[in-house]
Each structure stands twice: as C-alpha cells, then as structure tokens.
C-alpha cells in the first residue's frame, strides 16, 4: 500500500476531500456573510440556523410535499431566502442608524429563536436525509474511489462561488452593488433603489447559506445544532480572509477546509482548533487579514 | 454602543463621594443581599450573585470601554474548572480554588486580550468568540476536565480550612462578600482616573490616541481585569454547585452574560446584576419548557436591541435622571 509521510495514500486523499467539503461550506457562509457585511455593515449571526433551514427545508420538501433533491437545491435557498428579506425590512432596517454590534446582537437573538423552535419542533437527534440517486456510488480515479456525492458538493460550490463572484464583480448590477457599498447616498441619488438593493443582498447571502444548508443535508444528519458550531468557524474564517474581498474570501474557505483536513491526518487532536490557531497567528502578523483592507 | 445610559454625567460638584442616587441603590442592594436567604432559596440566590458579579464584568469592557466581548464563557468556564480541579485533585481550600481560577483567567485574558485588540467592532466580537470556542474544545478533549462529564462531586471545603461551607446559608455569606469585593472593585475602576480614560476611548478612541494616551494599553488592562473577575465568578459558580461543565465553556454561556448585561442596562453600574436576577429567574421559572428558555432568550435579545436599548436600569436612569 502507498504511503505519503507513513500515512496511507488513501486515507490522505479522503481526508483531502473532506477537507474540500467543508472548504465548500466556509466559502460559501463566509461568502455570504462578506456580501451581507459589505453592504450593511451587519454580520449576520443567523447565518448558521439560515445554514441550517436550508437542510431542514429540503427534508420538509422531501418528506411532506415528496419534491426531491433538485427541487429543494432550487426552492430551499429561495424560501430561506425569503424569510431573510422578511427579517431584514422587520428588524435588522431598524438598526442601520445604531452601532452595527447591535445587528451582532439582533441576529444572535435571531439565531437563538430559530434554533430553539426547530429543536422544540424536530428534536436533537437529527433526520436523515439520502443522497439522491443520481449522485450515488463512487468513481474510481486510479488512485482513489471518490463518492460521487462529495465530488459534486465541490463542484457545485465551486461553481455557485465563482458565479457570485463573476456578478459583483463583472457586472453592471455589481458594479452598482459595489458603488452602493462605498457611497450609499451617491447611488441613491442617481436613482438607484438602495434600501431594496440591501434587502434582497441580505436575502441572497441568506440564500447561500442555505443552498450549503441543501448540499450538506445528504453529507451531515440534518439536525438543529448543525450550524451554530460551523458558524463560530466561519467567523474565524472571516477574521482570517478580511471582508474586503470577494475572491478572498472563497480562496480562504476552501484552503483553509483543505488545511483542517490535512491536520486531521497528521495531527487529530488538533483539527477541531487549527482554524482558530491561524487566526491567532494571522491576527499576530497581519491583523487586517490576508486579503482585506486595513 | 452604550451610548444609551450615558447622556447623564454626575451631577457637578459631587466631588470624591458617590452620587447620592448609586448611594441608595447600592444600600437597597444590600439590604436584598442580607434579606434574600431569609425569603428565598440560597442556591438560587448564589447562583444570581455568581451571574451577576459574571455581567459586572463583562460590563466592564462592553460598558465602558466599548468592546463587545462574545467569548467571556471562556474566562468564566475555566475559571470553574480550574476551581474544581483545585478543590478536588490538589485538595485546595476553597478561597484558594477561586484564586487559582482566577489567575488561569487573568493569564488566558491577558493572551486573548493581546490578541483581540487588535481589531475593533465586529472583528474584535468575532475574534473573542473564536478565541473562546478553541477553549471549549480544549476542554472537550483535555483529560482533566472529565470531557462531556465535567468535574463532579468537588468538595466545598473549609473556608481558610476554618469554616466549613458544606451549609448552604453559610457559603451564601462567603458568595455574597465575593460578588460585593468584586462589584466594589469594579465600581472604584469605573470612577477613577483610568476608568474616565476607559471611557474616552469608548467616547472618542482617535482622540484619546492623540491625547497621548496609551490606547492599546488600557484596552488590554481592562480586559484582563474583566476576564480575571469572570474567573472568579465562574470559581465561584463551581463551588456553590460543585460542579464544572463544558456548560460553563460553551458559547451560549457568553450570549448570556451579553444578554444579562443588556437586560439590565449596558453601560450602568447596577444594570447588570438587575439583568442577571431576571434572567436567572425566568430561567428557573420556565425550566420545564426545556429548549423553548432559548427562543425565550434569543426573543428578550431581539426586544432589547429593537425597542430597550437602555436595560431595565438604564430606563430607570433616564427616568430619574440620575447616575445608577
């Protein structure tokens, strides 16, 4: 059997992928709540129950209306989402005026409230969720089988990232996105909407957490503590990146789920606190954060 | 952030003695603190002095210096294990427990302290939060701390190996005299000359700099004297109950002391321990309710920040006018 560094050759390369796995997750919540951030100077603490809708929707829509898994990859983040516009005109639009640590707090309180009723409702044990058909079985690359299933999750991830990217970054509505993140007032008075454009950012942030929520259903038991521990991740994440840059952002995800999953090779003890390691160490050296603006 | 209570300044020529307002709230404190066993259940009461010196501290940061701390479980949760550890491994009175978790505090503040303040606003809640979850997973694995068990069955000792606390109306005069000290002392930083300089960096941070006040220092002093105090309490916490839990270390222990504090008024002086009677009693009345005490938490969060900003005692203040 191979080895790499007395490791076996395998077990590296599933633990690579898992690695990428959860890179998958830190990039898009930590991408989502860079958008949310950058355009309302709030960091939305609910991001981890909205992760963890998402996953409960798809079983709602599997369970009681019989719609599938592509269905829900399609309609969970856009219910989801839709609550997300909800809360924000509700609740968060009051606080823009106040110091943003209060939209810390309003989404904390959020967050407690949505986790609360889901263990009330489902409790703690979590609900299975099956991979769909399509997706089942593993592909054989020679040097490793990969599950279909995870090979996917990448991809698909990967693919809703660069999407992101590719409209604030090279369109005209992200320019504008962009435009209004700098000079509110500017924009506005060049006839732009900006309070509508800000609920439905926040929205769409919420939407991406909750199509990570669909894509780790199958992976993880869908369970109401599934996001509050993986949030507390992505805000080191989030310290490590810097806000300032969308790419950054999705660079930092998915190297640093690459680097917890090597960890969990060499080093097991240490996977769950190498994260929060770094960000001890980037703060020390670079306290803006690789990729943002001091 | 605590902008809210603030707008009342002690009343000029008040001169070295307290406003005559916190002089008659503090005597009603004491008067419920001496009161309280008589009418209700130690325990319960402990546990209120325990949470409310817990909030004192982190007041300290969030109130008067405007750092908004979201990983004071990790002060308060290893202050309780330190504590038991002490008290039943190494056979410690219980005076010294307390103080060998508050050194583990103050040394784990003064580290993450370091770190945190190196960011503000949101970076510096999100970096304290991290900070505090590598040590709950510290705690999760470290053989010491007993893992999902915690530290049970830790004897409550001999006061000076003199007094034996194993009664509890007994212990709850060693508690109250605890949480007195610390909100004493608490009370002292806040008015003296490096509290008024902790609030000029809250007011106004650039212009302190330019002042020519060591900025960075006194944001890492007060949080190391926020963090060594939650250790105490966390201490404290673990003898009346004899027990330390992943409880005490886990996140939402932070959200409370964040929610004590804006119950009762941030940025007061008698807001917190106000918050922290009313949260620990409703969590006592609705402990039958199981997890709904969260969405009855996490909706007294979301009814403070939209609508009582000021805290119960921070109302009270803008209705009297005057300093609480």
Aim: net charge positive.
């Amino acid at each position: 059997m191979d080895t790499i560094l007395g490791i076996p050759a395998v077990a590296l390369y599933g633990q690579l992928v898992l690695g990428l796995i959860n890179g998958s997750f830190y990039a898009l919540l930590s991408l989502g709540l860079a958008v949310i951030f950058g355009m309302m100077n709030v960091i939305n603490f609910t991001h981890g129950a909205q992760f963890m809708m998402g996953a409960f929707v798809a079983w709602m829509l599997l369970a009681w209306a019989g719609l599938g898994y592509w269905w829900a990859l399609f309609l969970a983040p856009l219910i989801v989402g839709a609550t997300g516009v909800v809360i924000e005109r509700l609740m968060i639009a009051r606080l823009y005026r106040l110091d943003h640590l209060y939209g810390l707090l309003l989404t904390f309180g959020l967050a407690l409230i949505i986790e609360g009723v889901f263990r009330n409702a489902f409790g703690s044990s979590g609900l299975p969720y099956r991979i769909p058909a399509e997706l089942r079985g593993a592909t054989d690359l020679g040097f490793m089988f990969l599950p279909n299933y995870r090979a996917w999750v990448i991809v698909a991830s990967v693919v809703v990232c660069l999407a992101t990217w590719f409209v604030i970054e090279r369109t005209k509505l992200g320019a504008y996105l962009r435009a209004a993140t700098e000079r509110p007032e500017l924009v506005q008075a060049f006839g732009v909407n900006v309070p509508r454009m800000i609920t439905l950012t926040y929205g769409f942030g919420v939407a991406l957490a909750a199509f990570a929520g669909v894509l780790a259903a199958p992976i993880y038991s869908v369970n109401p503590n599934m996001g509050s521990s993986l949030i507390i991740v992505v805000f080191a994440v989030v310290v490590i990146g810097g806000m300032g840059s969308i790419a950054g952002s999705i660079v930092t995800g998915f190297g640093l789920g690459l680097i917890e999953g090597l960890t969990k090779v060499f080093w097991p003890e240490a996977s769950n606190t190498v994260i929060f390691v770094i960000m001890a160490i980037v703060l020390l050296l670079r306290p803006a954060g690789l990729f943002g603006r001091a | 952030m605590a902008a809210a209570g603030e707008a009342i300044a002690a009343p000029a020529g008040a001169g070295l003695s307290a406003p005559r307002s916190q002089v008659i709230a503090f005597a009603a404190m004491l008067a419920l603190i001496g009161l309280g066993p008589f009418l209700l259940y130690p325990v319960f009461l402990m546990k209120v002095l325990c949470f409310a010196l817990f909030a004192s501290a982190f007041n300290l940061l969030i109130g008067f210096v405007g750092l908004l701390s979201f990983g004071h479980a990790a002060y308060f949760g290893m202050g309780s294990y330190v504590s038991a550890h002490a008290a039943k491994v190494w056979g410690l009175t219980p005076e010294l427990a307390i103080l060998a978790g508050a050194a583990v505090a103050a040394a784990l503040g003064t580290a993450f302290g370091w770190l945190a303040i190196r960011r503000s606003g949101i970076y510096f809640a999100m970096i304290t939060l991290a900070l505090a979850q590598m040590v709950f997973f510290f705690c999760l694995q470290a053989p010491f701390t007993g893992g999902e068990d915690g530290i049970q069955a830790m004897p409550r000792g001999h006061l000076l190996g003199l007094v034996a606390l194993a009664d509890d109306m007994t212990l709850y005069w060693v508690v109250a005299a605890i949480f007195l000290a610390g909100f004493l002392f608490l009370y002292r930083v806040v008015h003296s000359p490096f509290g008024q300089v902790l609030k000029a960096i809250r007011e106004n941070e650039r212009r302190a700099v330019s002042l020519g006040y060591r900025v960075d220092d006194y944001k890492l002093i007060a949080f190391v004297l926020s963090a060594t105090l939650s250790g105490v309490a966390g201490g404290t916490k673990a003898i009346v109950f004899q027990l330390a839990t992943l409880t005490d270390v886990n996140w939402p222990m932070s959200g409370e002391a964040v929610l004590m504090a804006l119950v009762g008024g941030i940025g007061t002086i008698f807001g917190p321990p106000v918050g922290a009677l009313v949260i620990i009693t409703m969590q006592n009345e609705l402990a039958q309710l199981g997890a709904w005490v969260t969405v009855v938490q996490g909706a007294i969060f979301v009814a403070c920040v939209l609508a009582f900003r000021r805290g119960i005692v921070g109302e009270i203040q803008a209705l009297i006018g005057r300093p609480l």
